[in-house]
Every structure is written in structure tokens, then in C-alpha cells.
């Protein structure tokens, strides 16, 4: 199986921060990695998918890059919305698997 | 409006079975592939399994964590999608979603979820 460890796992940042979010697969998966952003008590919400690409709707304060083994997502200028707990997923092969997520949270 | 919703959560024994509905809306079901994830309280995301569409013959993968126990099922008429749970533990209790996967430029990608349906095992 391939295992996506995510650091931090838990951050804090203020207001207008910029942060940044990393996810490093124990083997090569070239691009199929996606990142949700998931609130407490909601189902999560697709934010990217192939690493860099932005899901329909998705603003552009986020971002992704990356490829093979380590990808990271960015946030720019944080709004209260923007806190909350985020997880990268990889479909390069079964089982799917995610990382064990990096909750956000407010300075 | 694209919607999934789930249904069919509740408390059940260990050892217990049950079988959860998911009911697409807005789309055709047979086009997409189905999959389920979980997430235990306090915990991540743990996918589950998957069903392919109508054109790649309904075919179903399985985490290994579920394999035997648990079985995807579809019946794109009524757009819905089904996971039964058998031979519950009180280590699957968690919050169950169904997602649709859709295909962007040969991506498989998760992109929408419904709200999820608690499962309760417990004596």
C-alpha cells in the first residue's frame, strides 16, 4: 500500500497568512494526488486533483504542486473560512489511501 | 443539482449487519464510478471500496480492512448505490460517505461527496 504522511499535522496561522502543507507518498505516483479541505461535522470537499489542478469553483488562493513523492499545497491569505483540517489522497493504485491530515487552525 | 445523500446509518451489535443507501441526484448514475469512505470519530478518512460504471462492467475493488465483510453494490435505475456491512466490529463505527468519482484528462478524482451516515457497533 502506499502510505501519504502529511506534515504538520496541526498548524496554526493567522488572518492573511500564507501556509504551506506537505504530503510525501512512500513510493512514486507521478501526479495522482488530490487534496480535500474538511470542516467538523462535514463531508470533505474536493479542493485539487493531478497535484496542481483546481476543482471547479475552487479559488484560486489555493494551490498545489509537486510530483512523484512529495507534493504540497499553499494557501494564500487566510480567511476564517480557510480553517479547517486538510488531507492529500493518492489514486495512483489500489487501495486508495489518504494522509492522516493537517488541521488548521486559527492564531 | 448534483446531490448524494446517504441513508440507512443507525446502532447494530457486533456481529451485526446492516446495508447503507446512497441516492444520486442530478446526474447519470451509470456514467461514474461509486466509492465509499469512512472516517472513525476524532480520525481520517479511510476509503473503502469502489464500483466501476457500466462500461467497465460494474466491476468493485476493496480495501483490505473490509474485504469478505463488506460488499458494494449498484442499481443505476434507482440511482442508488449500496454498501453491506457484515460481521460488524465496534472498530467500524464511524461516519460512512459515498463519493462520485469522476474522470478529468484520465484522472479518477473524488469530487462529490454526500453528507454521511453515522454507524454505530456497540453492545
Known amino acids: 500500500d502506499i502510505q501519504l504522511t502529511q506534515s504538520p499535522s496541526s498548524l496554526s496561522a493567522s488572518v492573511g497568512d500564507r501556509v504551506t502543507i506537505t504530503c510525501r507518498a512512500s513510493?512514486?505516483?507521478?501526479?495522482?494526488l488530490a487534496w480535500f479541505q474538511q470542516k467538523p461535522g462535514k463531508a470533505p470537499k474536493s479542493l485539487i486533483y493531478?497535484?496542481?489542478s483546481l476543482q471547479s469553483g475552487v479559488p484560486s488562493k489555493f494551490s498545489g504542486s509537486g510530483s512523484g513523492t512529495d507534493f504540497t499545497l499553499t494557501i494564500s491569505s487566510l480567511q476564517p473560512e480557510d480553517f479547517a483540517t486538510y488531507y492529500c489522497?493518492?489514486?495512483?493504485?489500489?487501495?486508495?489511501?489518504f494522509g492522516q491530515g493537517t488541521r488548521l487552525e486559527i492564531k | 443539482e448534483v446531490q448524494l445523500v446517504e441513508s440507512g446509518g443507525g446502532l447494530v451489535q457486533p456481529g451485526g449487519s446492516l446495508r447503507l443507501s446512497c441516492a444520486a441526484s442530478?446526474?447519470?448514475?451509470?456514467?461514474?464510478?461509486m466509492d465509499w469512505v469512512r472516517q472513525a470519530p476524532g480520525k481520517g478518512l479511510e476509503w473503502l471500496g469502489r464500483?466501476?460504471?457500466?462500461?467497465?462492467?460494474?466491476?468493485?475493488e476493496y480495501a483490505a480492512s473490509v474485504k469478505g465483510r463488506f460488499t458494494i453494490s449498484r442499481d443505476d435505475s434507482k440511482n442508488s448505490v449500496y454498501l453491506q456491512m457484515n460481521s460488524l466490529k465496534t472498530e467500524d463505527t464511524a461516519v460512512y460517505y459515498c463519493?462520485?468519482?469522476?474522470?478529468?484528462?484520465?484522472?479518477?478524482?473524488?469530487?462529490?461527496w454526500g453528507q454521511g451516515t453515522m454507524v454505530t457497533v456497540s453492545s
Open positions: 463519493a462520485r468519482t469522476a474522470v478529468v484528462v484520465g484522472n479518477y478524482v473524488f469530487d462529490i
Open positions: 442530478g446526474f447519470t448514475l451509470s456514467d461514474h464510478y
Open positions: 464500483t466501476r460504471n457500466k462500461a467497465n462492467s460494474y466491476t468493485t
Open positions: 513510493q512514486g505516483i507521478s501526479s495522482y
Open positions: 493531478a497535484a496542481s
Open positions: 489522497q493518492q489514486y495512483k493504485s489500489y487501495p486508495l489511501t
